[in-house]
């Protein structure tokens, strides 16, 4: 096998590389399946186009979207507890880009992952529904092979585009299915009220005169049927990452192309509305050391839609226009918001405030290298996860990850209804329970190919994989993609064959693949481990619980004497650090008294629910009781009391971590 270094501009010894699993795409689901395998001891090389590891979670998007903590389970939360540890916290959900790319270089580092670097591939050889080899081209040589073949047992593709899963003839969509082919209702075409317009705004380059043309961005298509399907793309956009720190803070200066009549709604809206404030035109999500995590937010924003329809299937040298023509046009929004005299004062003077931070992207002019491929192919795989699994309707047993965010399409197409301009696509539905992955939907159909699962460009619907499409995710479905191209290397079947139980015991059993302890998590619906008196109310429809449900107490003189148990079986004796999960509550008791049992010794801990402050999207956060030594032979657990209670108990989820390892 040839060693390819964790450096940039690496060198091959040979032109072939044989490993047992190959993993395509160094993205965020990239490195954990690649440090998965290495851990479980196979030979592994991750081959990523760009210079950088980590794709989005490490390309500006470090305000987490979540859903619910209880869907990021293995691998996943324990990125966010190594974020965490850097802060200074148990787990941290917001963050800078190169604390996060230094953590995905922590992975590979420790299991000395060969990382191949300024590659992608080029073709894929596939005999009798085998991927035998890839042939690379070198990114930095476009359109010149420079010879490299990879040879592996298993494939796995972790990029953003399926690009080798397309390459392997595997079946895939592009754009969105009709309503009725899934049987689903938010799918396809959609007018809706979030990220729209206001009525009344004018599509034409001189206001009601259509002969003068329509503005920039305004597709003069006419509006198809509600929930037909097409072959058109959610929006893209970059998550920009600024800084408002005099120190690191640097101008934003009118990019190459510019074009002040891009943004020539933005102006009509702000006319219609001139006191529109700078949060509903761009969303500037506070992230450590006074830097933002931008987002798209209002009808007019970094959203550049309709301009990313061909990137999905395009070239190499295609898309790489269409993501400058990206940059640029968001680059131009930052740099017209803040000096262009038509965009009222209060939005420039905030505009004028941030820059481009100096110790981020440092090699990438501190602009993202990682563009926001919020949807591109999906593979039609084994099987198709739909609305219906998200709504928790249909429910599959060969679950290997969980999603809980919700149903989300960006806005697709902006045209013309009844003489105004309106947004199409932007789809917002949630309200329900983290539901399971199926594993089939990680897999192709088995006479198209039997060595490849695809964790990031799934089986899935438009619709669905809006709820899917989360960092998180994909990197809870990264680990359970390699720790399932190990069951079927060693057991010599196709990936369609291995034995999906096993695979679940295994991501349950050992959720870090490096054989450690594990955790011991008792959420308030493992009835098993939980016992309940009192009058607690079971809370199924608030979104800030830590899985599907939690129980809330209201304060009285029957309060006194309720309480939750939580009660852990030890295996291992130790010391244990001993958490207790607190939800978003409006109305948290002043003060809980929570009973804590430890090898038998019992003792009352005090918790401040109302003074801990919960961040960003979380939906909660965990408090640290302390450590404690827990005896597999002896009473342990967690009792939560209403005892002088003054405002709402909540009982949740309580977490016990082995900390002698």
């Not at 999905?312 to 262009?340: C, M, W």
């Not at 905030?350 to 110790?359: A, F, H, V």
């Not at 990682?370 to 593979?379: C, G, I, K, L």
């Amino acid at each position: 096998m040839v060693v390819f270094g964790f450096v940039h501009g690496i060198t091959c010894a040979q032109k072939i590389t044989e490993v047992d699993i190959c993993v395509y795409g160094g993205t965020s689901a990239g490195v954990i399946a690649a440090y998965t395998a290495k851990m479980q001891g196979k030979s592994v090389l991750l081959i990523e186009p760009g210079k950088h590891l980590g794709g989005l979670s490490s390309g500006g998007l470090g305000y987490t979207d979540i859903g619910n903590k209880y869907a990021v389970t293995g691998l996943a939360r324990d990125f966010y507890r190594r974020i965490g540890k850097h802060y200074g916290k148990f787990e941290q959900w917001i963050f800078e880009p190169h604390v996060a790319e230094a953590t995905f270089e922590y992975y590979i580092r420790k299991a000395s992952v060969d990382v191949l670097f300024n590659h992608r591939v080029a073709n894929v050889l596939k005999n009798n529904r085998v991927i035998g080899e890839i042939l690379l081209e070198d990114v930095n040589n476009p359109g010149i092979s420079t010879g490299r073949k990879v040879k592996a047992k298993m494939f796995i593709d972790c990029s953003y585009e399926g690009d080798l899963m397309a390459r392997a003839g595997v079946s895939y969509t592009v754009g969105r299915e009709s309503n009725s082919q899934y049987g689903e209702t938010y799918n396809g075409v959609q007018v809706r009220d979030k990220h729209q317009f206001p009525d009344g705004i004018d599509p034409y380059k001189i206001p009601g005169k259509p002969e003068s043309g329509l503005l920039w961005g305004i597709s003069p298509e006419v509006l198809p049927p509600t929930g037909s399907g097409d072959h058109k793309v959610q929006a893209y956009n970059f998550r920009i990452c600024l800084s408002r720190d005099p120190v690191r803070k640097i101008e934003i200066t009118q990019p190459e192309d510019y074009d002040s009549s891009r943004y020539e709604l933005l102006i009509r809206l702000l006319e219609k509305e001139p006191q529109r404030p700078f949060n509903l035109i761009l969303k500037p999500d506070l992230m450590p050391n006074n830097k933002t995590d931008i987002n798209n937010n209002g009808p007019f924003s970094t959203d550049m839609i309709g301009m990313n329809y061909s990137y999905p299937d395009a070239d190499y040298e295609t898309r790489k226009r269409i993501v400058r023509q990206h940059e640029n046009y968001i680059k131009g929004l930052l740099f017209f918001i803040g000096h262009s005299s038509r965009v009222p004062a209060h939005l420039r003077k905030e505009m004028l405030q941030w820059g481009y931070p100096s110790d981020e992207y440092t090699d990438n002019g501190n602009w993202s290298p990682q563009m926001y491929v919020r949807e591109a192919r999906r593979m039609i795989g084994a099987y198709v996860m739909s609305q219906a699994n998200c709504e928790g309707k249909t429910k599959v047993d060969d679950g290997v990850g969980m999603a809980a965010y919700t149903m989300d399409s960006h806005n697709t197409s902006r045209v013309i209804i009844n003489g105004m301009v309106k947004n199409e696509g932007d789809v917002q539905v949630g309200g329900f329970p983290p539901y399971p992955i199926a594993y089939r939907a990680l897999t192709p159909k088995r006479d198209e190919c039997q060595n490849l699962l695809v964790p990031v460009c799934l089986s899935a619907t438009h619709i669905a994989y809006g709820s899917i499409r989360m960092e998180p995710v994909f990197m809870v479905l990264g680990q359970s993609s390699a720790l399932a191209a190990i069951q079927a290397i060693d057991s010599r079947v196709a990936v369609q064959e291995i034995d999906v139980t096993k695979l679940q015991e295994k991501l349950k059993a050992d959720p870090l693949s490096d054989g450690r302890v594990s955790e011991i998590l008792i959420d308030n619906e493992d009835l098993q481990f939980v016992s309940v008196s009192g009058n607690w109310i079971h809370d199924r429809d608030s979104k800030g619980g830590y899985g599907a449900s939690y129980l809330k107490l209201a304060s009285g003189n029957s309060a006194r004497e309720s309480y939750v148990s939580f009660s852990p079986v030890i295996n291992n004796d130790g010391e244990y650090e001993t958490l207790v999960y607190f939800p978003r509550e409006p109305h948290a008791a002043t003060e809980v008294v929570i009973r804590m049992i430890a090898g038998g010794n019992e003792q009352e801990v005090i918790v401040r629910p109302n003074e801990i402050r919960i961040e960003g999207q979380t939906s909660g956060e965990w408090i640290s009781l302390g450590k404690f030594p827990l005896k597999k032979d002896k009473p342990n657990g967690v009792t939560i009391t209403g005892k002088r209670a003054t405002g709402l108990v909540v009982a949740d989820a309580v977490l016990f971590i082995p900390t002698n390892q």
